[in-house]
C-alpha cells in the first residue's frame, strides 16, 4: 500500500515555516522531541550518541529511505531529563539503540538541515492519558531554561482516512483547530481543558488515536504557565493544520 502525500506544493508552506524554526533557534544546546511515533509502557529516553535513522513508514518513493540526518545524540541531556522524571515521581527509562524516528527527522532535516544541533527523543507514555503528558511537560520544564528546545512533533489534524476523501475535513477540522488554539493560548485554562480534550468539538473526528495530539500536550505542560500561541496554520489536503508556540522572549520556548 502507497500513500499520496498531495501535489508537490502540498507542504512547501510547512517546509518554508520550519526553516525560520531552524533559524530562530540554531544557538539552542539540544533538541528534545516528543514524536507521536514512540509509544512505551514506560517514559522513555532515547539515549545514544549517535542515533541512525529509523525508517517508519511503507509505500514511499527509493529516494525517502536513502535520507541522512546525522545529527548528534545527547547523552548527558537524557541523564538529566531522568532525574527530572524521577523527582517527578515519573518512572522512566532509557533506550541507547534507538533511532530517530521520521516524528523527529522528517521535520528536523528541514529546520536544521546541517545537523548540528545534539538532538535525543523522548518517548509518550502508552497509557495515552492526558494528564500524564502534562504531568511530563511540568517535569522537564527546567530544560528550558537549560538551553534545550522541546518539539512536539505531531498534527494538530491526524485522521489520514478524511484527508484521502475531498472536503470531508475542513470544516470539522476548524472547528478542532479554534478550540485548540483557544485552549492552548490561555494558560489559566490550558490545563483542564487540554486533559478534556475529547470532549472538544469535532475532537474524535481530527484524533481518532490521539498520538499525534499527545506531543503537544507535552510541550504546553513545560510552559510553566506561560501563554501559548498560534505560529503557523494552513489548509494542508483539505484539513486545518497549525502549529504552537508556548514561552516568552525570556525562556527557550517549547
Known amino acids: 500500500m502507497g500513500w499520496s502525500l498531495g501535489p508537490p506544493d502540498t507542504w512547501a508552506r510547512m517546509a518554508a515555516w520550519l526553516r525560520t524554526v531552524g533559524e530562530r533557534f540554531s544557538d539552542v544546546r539540544a533538541l528534545l522531541v516528543v514524536s507521536g511515533h514512540w509509544l512505551e509502557p514506560v517514559v522513555t529516553v532515547q539515549s545514544g550518541e549517535h542515533p541512525p535513522l529509523l525508517f517508519d513508514y511503507y509505500g514511499f518513493p527509493p529516494h525517502t529511505y536513502a535520507l541522512t540526518w546525522p545529527a548528534p545524540g545527547a547523552p548527558p541531556i537524557a541523564a538529566r531529563i531522568r ?92 472547528r478542532f483547530d479554534d478550540w485548540l488554539a483557544a485552549s492552548a493560548g490561555d494558560p489559566a485554562v490550558r490545563d483542564a481543558r487540554l486533559a478534556a480534550w475529547a470532549e472538544a468539538p469535532e475532537a474524535r473526528f481530527c484524533h481518532p488515536h490521539e498520538d499525534h495530539l499527545l506531543p503537544l500536550l507535552v510541550a504546553a505542560g513545560a510552559a510553566s504557565g506561560e501563554p501559548g500561541r498560534r505560529t503557523f496554520g494552513d489548509q494542508v489536503m483539505g484539513a486545518q493544520v497549525s502549529a504552537f508556540e508556548f514561552g516568552d522572549d525570556d525562556a527557550t520556548p517549547t
Do not use: Y
Open 83 to 174: 532525574e527530572l522524571l524521577a523527582e517527578a515521581g515519573i518512572p522512566s527509562r532509557e533506550d541507547a539503540t534507538r533511532g530517530f524516528d521520521h516524528g523527529a527527522f522528517v521535520p528536523l532535516k528541514v529546520a536544521f538541515p546541517d545537523a548540528a544541533v545534539p538532538a535525543l527523543q523522548l518517548s509518550l507514555d502508552a497509557s495515552l492519558d492526558p494528564s500524564a503528558h502534562l504531568r511530563i511537560g511540568r517535569a522537564l520544564a527546567p530544560l528550558r531554561e537549560e538551553g534545550v528546545l522541546i518539539v512536539g512533533s505531531g498534527m494538530s489534524f491526524h485522521n489520514m482516512s478524511a484527508l484521502m476523501r475531498p472536503g470531508a475535513a475542513l470544516e470539522r477540522s476548524q
